[in-house]
């Protein structure tokens, strides 16, 4: 380069447009997290401080996201280029309705979860870096939501597995060490196969970027080539794993009852969330072909888990064991919505992943306060917690209808709008596994209602009697810490389910982005593209 | 390990390749070399130091926990990336300050801080691995 005066012609290689300064929103929610994780991670041994600065970030990171969703649904698809290079050369940020809504969202419960660990995570928590690792794990999140390139979705990845396998190992148990290679040898299985079908993508195309491929694929003559079925079929086991679909599923409930509540809560909430995300991506954007001779496979993979989540929810007496099972009997609804690939299907699949990110942060949390109130996880030893707060009692029923897919909450409307597809397209069966998965979390969340608050007290106590409870950590529970963020997340869930239209017609318009990519391939290629 | 030539020699090891890192450091934008390699030299240093000295001498010697550098680096490395806001072009894009002193052509940039950013986290992340091995075997 030295020496060299040769006048080169930037435009061919470099945007050169000035960018407005709200297309900065495009990398805030990262970039906001990034900066608060690494100051969080100084600032390690000032634990009165931390949880501060943690939550200020967080708050920031909620105003951010929620700033980039009214701009994308004011100015359609937005794309900015790291470093200004042109793409697809440069690697591209690309932001529609559907990632947008699903940051804001992971934003919101990311916040709850950060003010309630204030009372769960104690100083030596807070020493190990609790919030520097779940800044951190939120940098990874939003950027896997709003990035418009392959590789560099897989970069978000390892950022979030990384943040997580330290939130997961945070206070040494014996019990987490145990969880956490279970959890680590799957994702990182998980995560090698990604970068193989990645790999693999490359040599196909050429090329990275989502907007790319799409339209060559489309381009492409054959495309049921034993190539790109290779690759289509390595996404969707690498995806499968991190979204804890039947077959490899059972790293979940073997690792997510083993950290701090608030830790479980998070992850439980986002990550598999992730997972689901990619395969929307993945399969309804940038291989839309691929997903007619996959749809079958992906709807017994869908049916497989619906049961399996429901029946072990079902089956369990450990609580955080069974809210990880309706994770997973969640994460079946939304396959089903991949698997029938309709709009009003894949709309589904959208809200359906907003209700669970909600809905199962909050039940953790939820968990997190019967310990204290009772004492234990385990259902045989709970009881009796309707007469110590008969108002967190109503609160738990209407996570319980929720999450069971019971109206008036969040949860009826995604179940309808997935049943109605499946019907609709001649799926009955698939619609069918829906209800009768639907049916057993019912009857499941209703085992865990009857058992900690309905009756008396623990196993053992006659009928009719009450036997006052009262758990270990009952102090903790004295100030707004612990309430505030499950007030804030079960109001979301009752105004999703009386007030849908909002959130339907997000995820309608989150769906026609990815169904019908015109919008967020002119985002990146401009008008011609 | 601990004869006395390594202990001898070790913290001059150690100096030298600390310098060698930076050298690699900053000939990193054009030619081979840059933050990670640079990195990866300096904690190898560290580690050095902390097999010859003890770790405890190590951590006396860097000042800050090799965490809190990483964090450093990560914080500027993001820093470097927003400065591109103010000249209302994409995130990351580079900025550069040329000038001269007498002959020799002085080029910072906002790369550079990224490079260092890089240096830094790859110090303190591998540092610190490496310093708490270490801890372990002298238990």
Redesign the interface.
């Known amino acids: 380069?030295?020496g060299s005066s040769v006048s080169v012609d930037l435009t061919q290689a470099m945007?050169t447009a000035?960018?407005?300064?709200a297309d900065?929103l495009?990398?805030a929610p990262s970039?906001i997290t990034?900066?608060g994780?690494?100051?969080?991670?100084?600032l390690?041994?000032n634990t009165q401080l931390q949880p501060k600065l943690g939550i200020v970030f967080l708050v920031l990171l909620v105003l951010s996201s929620a700033g980039l969703l009214v701009h994308v649904l004011n100015h359609g698809v937005i794309t900015?280029?790291?470093?200004?290079w042109l793409p697809p050369f440069?690697i591209a940020?690309t932001v529609d309705p559907l990632g947008a809504t699903l940051t804001l969202v992971g934003s919101i419960v990311a916040l709850c979860a950060g003010i309630y660990g204030v009372v769960t995570v104690d100083g030596t928590g807070r020493r190990y870096?609790f919030y520097?690792f779940l800044l951190l794990l939120m940098t990874g999140v939003c950027g896997a939501f709003l990035t418009g390139d392959v590789f560099n979705l897989y970069v978000w990845f390892e950022v979030l597995l990384i943040s997580s396998y330290g939130m997961l190992i945070l206070g040494n148990d014996r019990i987490q060490l145990d969880g956490a290679v279970k959890y680590g040898v799957l994702n990182l299985v998980g995560t090698n196969l990604f970068l193989i079908a990645t790999g693999l993508l490359y040599g196909i195309f050429g090329t990275l970027n989502m907007a790319d491929i799409a339209m060559k694929v489309s381009e492409l003559g054959n495309p049921a080539s034993g190539t790109i079925a290779t690759v289509a079929a390595l996404y969707f086991l690498a995806f499968a794993m991190k979204a804890a679909a039947f077959p490899v599923n059972f790293w979940l409930p073997a690792s997510y009852h083993t950290p701090n509540i608030v830790i479980s809560a998070v992850f439980a909430g986002l990550l598999t969330k992730v997972g689901v995300y990619a395969l929307i991506r993945i399969f309804v954007l940038i291989l839309p072909e691929s997903l007619d001779y996959m749809a079958d496979v992906i709807g017994l993979v869908a049916i497989l888990t619906l049961l399996t989540g429901a029946l072990g929810a079902l089956a369990q007496s450990e609580l955080r064991r069974l809210l990880g099972y309706l994770v997973i009997a969640g994460i079946g609804s939304m396959l089903a919505g991949v698997a029938i690939g309709s709009n009003l299907a894949i709309s589904g699949a959208i809200f359906y992943a907003v209700h669970s990110i909600i809905v199962m942060t909050a039940l953790y949390m939820a968990a997190g306060v019967m310990f204290y109130m009772g004492g234990s996880y385990d259902l045989r030893r709970l009881g009796g917690l309707y007469q110590r707060s008969a108002g967190f009692a109503g609160l738990f029923l209407v996570l319980a209808f929720a999450v069971s897919g019971l109206p008036p909450f969040s949860g009826f409307w995604p179940k309808v709008m997935l049943v109605e597809a499946a019907f609709g397209d001649g799926r009955a069966w698939l619609g069918a596994a829906i209800l009768v998965s639907g049916f057993l979390t019912t009857l499941a969340m209703g085992r865990v209602w009857i058992y900690a608050f309905w009756r008396g007290g623990p196993e053992g106590t006659p009928d009719g009697t009450g036997v006052a409870v009262s758990g270990g950590g009952a102090a903790q529970l004295g100030g707004a810490a612990p309430w505030l963020p499950m007030f804030v997340l079960t109001a979301l869930i009752v105004y999703f389910g009386l007030q849908p239209e909002w959130m339907m017609n997000l995820s309608i318009e989150g769906a026609g982005g990815v169904l019908e990519p015109r919008g967020y391939l002119q985002s990146v290629f401009g008008e011609q593209g | 390990m601990r004869t006395i030539i390594f202990r001898t020699i070790a913290p001059y090891l150690a100096a030298l390749m600390v310098l060698f890192s930076i050298f690699v450091l900053l000939r990193g934008h054009?030619e081979p070399g840059g933050g990670f390699i640079g990195g990866l030299i300096a904690a190898s240093a560290l580690a050095i130091f902390g097999i010859a000295c003890g770790v405890a001498s190590v951590r006396r010697a860097m000042v800050f926990?090799p965490?809190?550098v990483?964090?450093?680096?990560?914080?500027i490395g993001?820093?470097a990336?927003?400065l591109?806001?103010f000249t209302?072009?994409?995130?990351?894009?580079?900025q550069w300050l040329i000038f001269h002193i007498q002959d020799v052509e002085i080029a910072l940039s906002t790369p550079l801080i990224f490079d260092i950013g890089v240096y830094l986290v790859v110090v303190g992340a591998i540092g610190s691995i490496a310093l708490a091995l270490e801890e372990r075997e002298s238990d």
């Open positions: 380069m030295a945007v000035p960018v407005a300064a900065w495009i990398v970039l990034m900066l994780g690494s100051l969080c991670l100084m390690r041994k900015m280029v790291m470093g200004g440069g940020f870096g520097p | 054009n926990h965490m809190g990483a964090g450093f680096g990560l914080f993001a820093l990336g927003i591109s806001f209302s072009q994409p995130f990351m894009t580079s």
